[in-house]
């Protein structure tokens, strides 16, 4: 089964940068799109990015879009998000996800393959 591991989260005052990373194993990590999402306190887990198999198309949620950058590294099994100029409101539990196609996605419901979530708050 694919299992999947972000790493990067932490906290940090705003203005700052983060790098989130996610290792996929246990398959084909380049066979799969991928997607992040964050799920900020007491609210529902929201789209953020999302990347196909070769990294070519991508799609960003407009509340982050020319701040995040989603990229892939398929030799190394890993994708990245690349977080500028955080804000108060980008706090939350960040999840890497994958699923089976090779067509980029921003719909919660086409992944199947989640990770434990790695947590980034932002402070004013």
């Known amino acids: 089964q694919v299992q999947l591991v972000e790493t990067g989260g932490g906290s940090v005052q705003a203005g700052a940068s983060l790098r989130l990373s996610c290792f996929a194993s246990?398959?084909?990590?380049?066979?799969?799109?991928m997607g992040w999402f964050r799920q900020p306190p007491g609210k529902e887990r929201e789209f953020i990015a999302t990347?196909?198999?070769?990294?070519?198309?991508?799609h960003y949620s407009d509340s982050v879009k020319g701040r995040f950058t989603i990229s892939r590294d398929n030799a190394k099994n890993t994708v990245f998000l690349q977080m500028s100029d955080l804000k108060p409101e980008d706090t939350a539990v960040y999840y890497c996800?994958?699923?089976?196609?090779?067509?980029?996605?921003?719909?919660?419901?086409?992944?199947?393959?989640w990770g434990q979530g790695t947590q980034v708050t932002v402070s004013s």
């Open positions: 996800a994958g699923r089976e196609s090779i067509s980029a996605s921003t719909d919660i419901d086409d992944y199947e393959h």
């Open positions: 246990g398959r084909i990590f380049s066979g799969k799109a």
């Open positions: 990347i196909s198999r070769t990294g070519i198309s991508t």
